[in-house]
């Protein structure tokens, strides 16, 4: 009598297609949001509408313009642009903040982000100036009170104080067009 043993068919275990699943299920919803159409440079704030965060920066050293202080908000439709010297999308947009620095009726803030004072003069003095203010954010901190995911990012504050608009990344014409322009025309009751 002779005996056989059954050979065990191999099995692939579960766990071994785990992170086959967990990969298709990422790609999948990678996918989704690719497809979706939705404008990457539009990220969420929870500070539209809030109080835009106390603030007292102090001034670009070298420069004649003052720091930023809330206060300066006050009864002002105020642009609170982060930039920095070292940031290739904010020399992209930098000629359409010169454009919008003729409007007298707009407050142009400018808070610069971990930059060297001289790098920052020397990005203002090759490009030109369209800031009202410029406030000095060496360490960062005033930019996550603000919620900067990165520069350059720019914040449309009302009169009243009270974030109206958040813009991330580098304006373009098309995104002046068709996002703040809209927000400061609502803004000034247009």
Known sequence: ????????????????????????ALAGIFLFQLLSGRDASVVPSALIGAPAP????????????PGIESAAFDGNLTLVNVW???????????????????DENLVIAGLNYKDRA???????????????????????????????YGVPETFLVGPDGTILYKHVGPFTVESMRDGLMPAIEKARGS
């Open 84 to 102: 920095a010297s070292w940031c290739a999308p904010c020399r992209q947009e930098h000629p359409l903040l010169m454009e919008l620095s003729r």
């Open 54 to 65: 106390q603030t007292n920066l102090p001034p670009l050293e070298g420069s004649p313009l």
């Open 118 to 148: 001289e790098q920052a003069r020397g990005f203002l003095s090759e490009l030109g100036n369209p800031y009202d203010a410029i406030g000095v954010d060496g360490s960062g901190r005033t930019a996550i009170d603000w919620g900067v």
């Open 1 to 24: 009598m002779s005996t056989q043993t059954a050979t065990p068919r191999k099995r692939l275990p579960w766990l071994a297609l785990l992170p086959l699943l967990l990969f298709l």
